[in-house]
């Protein structure tokens, strides 16, 4: 599975982007796929995830209820919609994916398959 994370930009707080995740591969279909974002300095970390079929999805804390992770399996692709954006939401944001079930939460690098990331701003 080959991955493409696009959409970034710089956003003022309180603003809206959406990423997208372009999937090259015939059983993309067939995997759970994230978002996971890195700020200078700071480790990466999970944001939101969404099972194979797109009928679950999970979150981390600090992006619920602002963040909306979907997907089109006949586009290969997997979005991100982030609302509500915050100055502390500014990272390098990464799409992944993995063969296993959907879990509730990921560590850091806990997908098989990576994307180069896009770059997300927002100012205060």
């Known amino acids: 599975v080959q991955l493409q994370a696009s959409g970034g930009g710089l ?3 309180g603003g809206s982007l ?10 993309f279909s067939s995997y759970a796929t994230g978002w ?5 300095g700071k480790e990466r970390e999970f944001v939101a995830a969404i099972s194979w079929s797109g009928g679950s999805t999970s979150y981390s804390d600090s992006v ?8 089109d399996n006949a586009k290969n692709t997997v979005f991100l919609q982030m609302n509500s954006l ?16 959907l ?12 994307g ?3 770059q997300v701003t927002v100012s205060s």
């Open 86 to 101: 915050k100055p502390e939401d500014t990272a390098v944001y990464y799409c992944a994916a993995d063969p296993l079930p």
């Open 18 to 27: 959406r990423l997208s995740c372009a999937a090259s591969g015939r059983t």
């Open 64 to 71: 619920k209820g602002r963040f909306t992770i979907s997907r």
């Open 36 to 40: 996971f974002r890195q700020a200078p």
């Open 103 to 114: 879990k509730s939460y990921y560590r850091g690098y806990g997908m098989d398959y990576w």
């Open 116 to 118: 180069k990331g896009t």
């Open 11 to 13: 956003v003022q707080a």
